[in-house]
């Protein structure tokens, strides 16, 4: 149980900084791909703000102490706070990617952890947040932008 309420801590920290950075791309996205990348991290944000209040009332539930300082959450994060300042369309992308990439590791952890302690409630909620990840996967593969694959004109 201890063990889980850390992971489940460093996991809400994550969550934290990643929306905190999304709405910072949302703010200050620049380029082309403007509004579809404004509208998409304003509706991930939603999303991530919807599974920090989740995952923290579940850790409530079960009788664990989550986080609930942004000091605490930057000091046991380990997805990095993005500066202030304009994102480009590869950059959005690759914020995402990263940041999405360790949140799915994470939670890979925890549901593993929580099959292992039968403790069910966590396991399901957590298979639920790894078919999201999938999805968001699949999303970012499919309007993946390569710059190096940009034709020329002669
Ligand atoms: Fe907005």
New binding site residues.
């Given amino acids: 149980m201890a063990n889980l309420n850390k992971e489940l801590n460093n996991y809400l920290a994550n969550l934290n900084v990643m929306s905190m950075n999304v ?1 910072n791309m ?2 200050n996205v620049v380029g082309p791909y403007f509004t579809a990348l ?1 509208l998409a ?2 509706k991930i ?1 939603k999303a991530l703000s919807c599974q920090i209040d989740e995952v923290a009332e579940m850790m409530k539930m079960q009788k664990m102490e989550p986080l609930a300082r942004l000091s605490d959450f930057v000091d046991a994060a380990t997805i990095e706070e993005l500066e202030a300042r304009d994102y480009n369309e590869y950059d959005v992308m690759d914020n995402f990617a990263a940041g999405g990439q360790e949140l799915m590791k994470q939670a890979q952890e925890i549901r593993d952890q929580a099959n292992d302690d039968d403790n069910f409630l966590v396991a399901n909620k957590f298979e639920e947040y790894l078919c999201c990840y999938a999805k968001m996967e699949w999303m970012l593969r499919a309007m993946k932008i390569d710059e190096n694959n940009v034709e020329e004109d002669d």
């Fill in positions: 709405r949302h703010w404004h991290t304003g944000y």
